[in-house]
T-cell receptor, first 117, second 113 residues
Framework: AQKITQTQPGMFVQEKEAVTLDCTYD???????LFWYKQPSSGEMIFLIY??????QNATEGRYSLNFQKARKSANLVISASQLGDSAMYFC??????????????FGAGTRLAVHP | DAMVIQNPRYQVTQFGKPVTLSCSQT?????MYWYQQKSSQAPKLLFH???????NEADTPDNFQSRRPNTSFCFLDIRSPGLGDAAMYLC????????????FGPGTRLTVT
């Protein structure tokens, strides 16, 4: 069965520093996708970044980059130059392969990031 | 701007009193999802619509139902809410056949008194 593991319940970082949020996954599929979402205290889930299993380059979106190590089955999120507004819950998720073409997401337990001034 | 809208943002209902949460989208996505997220937990998929086809997760309680009258709207009905149903309910959309993200609405926080 597919599984996402986020081992850091909480992380602290100083403003303007970089932080890495860990994510490991387990799947027997060759084709899969990995996502990171941010959830502020207001509740909405905000898409940050996506990595496909066949993508050779690590995904980047502005201050967000995904450190994809396929052999180790890890997909860590790196946030550079942290800002106070980055304080939120962060979820790693994997697209479970389903017939019919819809994307079922399996979420990890999440990491709560606190950015300190 | 194209988006996913959920109304209301906050809903209070009484134990056992039916409640309906609504979701609408202007993205013209053919897949719509409902998630339940309890405090400090990950979102849990309840069911989804692929076009008009309804797909229930195996462990979704019978108390939860859904309707999708057209592409744009999807409703979550809780027939007899219990205290354990208090949660954030998130609606999301996606396009079938793509590898990319689900677009989430802002959520409805349900309180059961």
């Amino acid at each position: 069965a597919q599984k996402i593991t986020q081992t850091q319940p909480g992380m602290f970082v100083q403003e303007k520093e970089a932080v890495t949020l860990d994510c490991t996954y387990d799947t027997s599929d060759q084709s899969y996708g990995l996502f990171w979402y941010k959830q502020p205290s207001s509740g909405e889930m905000i898409f940050l970044i996506y990595q496909g299993s066949y993508d050779e380059q690590n995904a980047t979106e502005g201050r967000y980059s995904l450190n994809f190590q396929k052999a180790r089955k890890s997909a860590n999120l790196v946030i550079s130059a942290s800002q106070l507004g980055d304080s939120a819950m962060y979820f790693c998720a994997m697209r479970e392969r389903e017939s019919g073409g819809y994307n079922k997401l399996i979420f990890g337990a999440g990491t709560r990031l606190a950015v300190h001034p | 701007d194209a988006m996913v809208i959920q109304n209301p943002r906050y809903q209070v209902t009484q134990f056992g009193k039916p409640v309906t949460l609504s979701c609408s989208q202007t993205l013209n996505h053919n897949v719509m999802y409902w998630y339940q997220q309890k405090s400090s937990q990950a979102p849990k998929l309840l069911f989804h619509y692929y076009d008009k086809d309804f797909n229930n997760e195996a462990d979704t309680p019978d108390n939860f139902q859904s309707r999708r009258p057209n592409t744009s709207f999807c409703f979550l009905d809780i027939r007899s809410p219990g205290l354990g149903d208090a949660a954030m309910y998130l609606c999301a959309t996606s396009i079938s056949g793509t590898s990319y993200e689900q677009y989430f609405g802002p959520g409805t926080r349900l309180t059961v008194t």
